[in-house]
Nanobody, 122 residues
Framework: QVQLVESGGDLVQPGGSLRLSCAASGSISSINTMGWYRQAPGKERELVATITSAGNTNYADSVKGRFTISRDHALMMLYLQMNSLKPEDTGVYYC????????????????WGQGTQVTVSS
């Protein structure tokens, strides 16, 4: 099994910054893609940013230039540095990891964390 634990969510004023972290653990034999998604109240979950094992990144247009995704492959950690936060960034942020599971003969997995709340408000 694969477990993901997010942390770092908080209440912050517009223009402020936060850094989210996601710790992956379990029977991971390889990681293909790691990413952050968010869900605002009454809206569907949406992609924020992803990063591949090769380090290629992809961002939603709404966060380009403000958010930076990074990872520590050896420690199986994922980060999201969020700057110049706006009220519309408010939501529950979820960590997602896709890879292979050595306890399931290296079959692929697609796991989600429990989410961390980010609220941007004055």
């Amino acid at each position: 099994q694969v477990q993901l634990v997010e942390s770092g969510g908080d209440l912050v004023q517009p223009g402020g910054s936060l850094r989210l972290s996601c710790a992956a653990s379990g029977s991971i034999s390889s990681i293909n893609t790691m990413g952050w998604y968010r869900q605002a109240p009454g809206k569907e979950r949406e992609l924020v940013a992803t990063i591949t094992s090769a380090g290629n990144t992809n961002y939603a247009d709404s966060v380009k230039g403000r958010f930076t995704i990074s990872r520590d492959h050896a420690l199986m950690m994922l980060y999201l540095q969020m700057n110049s936060l706006k009220p519309e960034d408010t939501g529950v942020y979820y960590c997602n990891v896709r890879g292979t599971d050595y306890k399931r003969r290296n079959l692929p997995f697609d796991s989600w964390g429990q989410g961390t709340q980010v609220t941007v408000s004055s």
